[in-house]
């Protein structure tokens, strides 16, 4: 699986847009990228997950560049709830393959979301 | 509640024992995954099954590790002769099945060694 590169922390004042940067230069054809958070001693969420087109549901919005080198989370008005720490990860879509599905995470980002 | 469960949430042990965690994944969920997070750290795979067959195991686990999942539902994790070093949450997901979908995960199971 492709590595991720993200920021260790972002600030962000409650109300406001917070927009999470991933870099997944390395990033192959039939991967697709997934956001997860996960607020502090509880597991990981899935929030979203995308191939090369941007993706928008209930949580958040999902912006993959054309070349799909990078992408971009998008929480549309943060709130208080939402400070947690943010991954991208990369993983191969399944189909036959047997290898897919087990995800690599990096050490994420850490969201403080300020009032 | 239909998600995810593990039990016990915290476990504390001594060094030498074994222990045993349980996960019990989404009905319906043929895909079975472990991970292991330690303190400040994002989740490390270790395992995974696709019904009863265990597809793939990390280099992360060790011969003191192993994890079944007998009749393709819940799934047990042992470690045996239990270190410091494997302190950690102890985290299951569970997904649909291969393709493009999510991994649900449970609320982990914190074990410390002393």
């Known amino acids: ?115 | 509640d239909t998600g995810v469960s593990q039990n016990p949430r915290h476990k504390i042990t001594k060094r030498g024992q074994n222990v045993t965690f349980r996960c019990d994944p989404i009905s319906e969920h043929n895909r079975l995954y472990w991970y292991r997070q330690t303190l400040g750290q994002g989740p490390e795979f270790l395992t995974y099954f696709q019904n009863e067959a265990q597809l793939e195991k990390s280099r992360l686990l060790s011969d003191r590790f192993s994890a079944e999942r007998p009749k393709g539902s819940f799934s047990t994790l042992e470690i045996q002769r239990t270190e410091q070093g494997d302190s950690a949450m102890y985290l299951c997901a569970s997904s649909a099945g291969s393709g493009a979908y999510e991994q649900y995960f449970g609320p982990g199971t914190r074990l410390t060694v002393t």
């Open chain 1, 1 to 115: 699986d492709a590595k991720t590169t993200q920021p260790p922390s972002m600030d962000c004042a409650e109300g406001r847009a917070a927009n999470l940067p991933c870099n997944h230069s390395t990033i192959s054809g039939n991967e697709y990228v997934y956001w997860y958070r996960q607020i502090h001693s509880q597991g990981p969420q899935y929030i979203i997950h995308g191939l090369k087109n941007n993706e928008t549901n209930e949580m958040a919005s999902l912006i993959i560049t054309e070349d799909r080198k990078s992408s971009t989370l998008i929480l549309p008005h943060a709130t208080l709830r939402d400070t947690a720490v943010y991954y991208c990860i990369v993983r191969v879509w399944g189909g036959g393959n047997t290898n897919a599905g087990k995800s690599t995470f990096g050490d994420g980002t850490t969201l403080t979301v300020k009032p």
